[in-house]
């Protein structure tokens, strides 16, 4: 479990027993609810990271409301978008494994997160994974409710795929932006979990042989 789900259900306990303890044991109950679900919001479930060679990994629990081509800079990018809705874990988590090459914090509205616009005009953390081969990009995109993106690492940290990365608290979004040329695994409708199903699989580079060809020697 996401420690934060202690800090907002263990006050409204306090606030339960002591309304209990004050006033009839009926008012107790709807802050000891309200404590049971953040604690279930808050889980943190383990998750079976795929190992297969060029596979991104979903960074959120959510349904899959968009993919689609979009153009960032010059490049051409496949867009994968999730939402969250609050009954999804919000643990997030890296597509890939690679290095932290950028963190931008970007300030803005908070429009619904099923909203087209969203995507550009929502207050969001954008990340770079370069994984050597490929560079991943990522966005935690909040919501309506979401008030609180939280990104863990720092630039230039070392990430696994499917390691923890951050949450976003209550409905939210998050977008994967990968090169155009990745296999793309999943539809519109597909319900995905974070680290464990794969979104797409990317191309990997042909290796360098360690050694060049030995040619046959004659023998005089």
Known sequence: MVRDGYFYAIPLLAASGLIAWLAKSAWAWPPALLAVFFLW?????????????????SPADGRVTLVSQVV?????????????????????RSPISGTIRDICYQKGKFLNAMA??????????????????????????AGLLARRIVFTKKLGDPVKRGERVGMIKFGSRVDVLMESSAQVQVKVGDHVKGGSSV???????????AEPERTAQGVS
């Open 72 to 92: 960032n800079g010059a490049t051409t990018y496949t867009r994968i978008s999730i939402f969250l809705s609050v009954f999804d874990v919000h643990v997030n």
């Open 199 to 209: 979104l797409a699989y990317l191309p990997i580079a042909p290796q360098l042989r």
């Open 116 to 141: 087209a616009a969203c995507a550009e005009e929502n207050e969001q953390n954008i990340v770079t994974v370069d994984g050597g081969d490929q560079k991943v990009i990522f966005k935690q995109i």
């Open 41 to 57: 919001f808050f889980r943190d479930p383990e998750r079976i990271i795929p190992g297969e060679s060029g596979a991104l990994v």
